[in-house]
């Protein structure tokens, strides 16, 4: 009977080691990646022109997760999260890109680009359930009272910190040593040169050997 168990034991082992490898993603190498990327892009693309954005966001999530290290997924992802106006998931995607590449411009862009819409269309609700009084420093001061009065701080914009102040500080102060510099540096001198005179030229009047007009009177 103890055979018995440790055999159906052993079995149920077996099975749960093929199910979880069978469920846990394949190890690809560079190389395999960049072709299973190649293949996916153009199944986005069809599917993108089928207006099918949520089937294209899961076939890239797919290729992200057999590739953590890899930015190329998220940044499509980033893109077309922005041209379907999903600004919140846009925010997300770049923000993966850049944990990946802090120096991509286009993860960049769409995060500033998706900041400011998300922005104007919260400023844009909040003058729908604000009471506006056509001046721009009214409503300015009214959207303010709202948002303060909603999240329960008195300051919406915190004040900077010593390390920013500092680091604002050395950089004010290295812009004024530069232009100082540039100020300081001696200007080269443009040498003056003194045309010669040609020997057809006539001589000046009255000079030693000159034929002036009254040398006849001599």
Avoid: H
């Amino acid at each position: 009977m103890a055979i018995g168990n440790l055999r159906t034991t052993g079995a149920l082992a077996m099975v749960l080691l093929v199910t979880g490898c069978a469920s846990a993603p394949q190890k690809m190498s560079q190389d395999e990646f960049s072709q299973y990327l190649q293949t996916t892009t153009l199944q986005v693309d069809q599917l993108l022109s089928e207006s099918k954005r949520d089937e294209a966001v899961g076939l890239l999530s797919k290729a992200a997760d057999l590739n953590p290290a890899a930015k190329d997924p998220w940044v499509r992802i980033a893109k077309i999260q922005f041209d379907g106006g999903k600004y919140g998931e846009a925010i997300v995607a770049a923000g993966e890109v850049l944990q990946r590449d802090p120096a991509d411009r286009v993860a960049k862009s769409v995060r500033a680009v998706s900041g400011l819409r998300v922005a104007t269309e919260s400023l844009a609700d909040l003058r729908t359930d604000t009471e506006m009084t056509g001046s721009a420093r009214g409503d300015a001061v009214a959207l303010a009272k709202v948002m303060r009065e909603s999240l329960g701080e008195s300051v919406l914009i915190p004040p900077p910190t010593r390390e920013e102040l500092e680091a604002r500080r050395l950089a004010e102060e290295r812009e004024k040593n530069q232009n100082q510099k540039q100020k300081a540096r001696p200007k080269a001198r443009v040498k003056k040169v003194t045309p010669a005179v040609s020997a057809a030229e006539p001589a000046t009047p009255g000079a030693p050997g000159g034929a002036g007009p009254f040398s006849g009177l001599r």
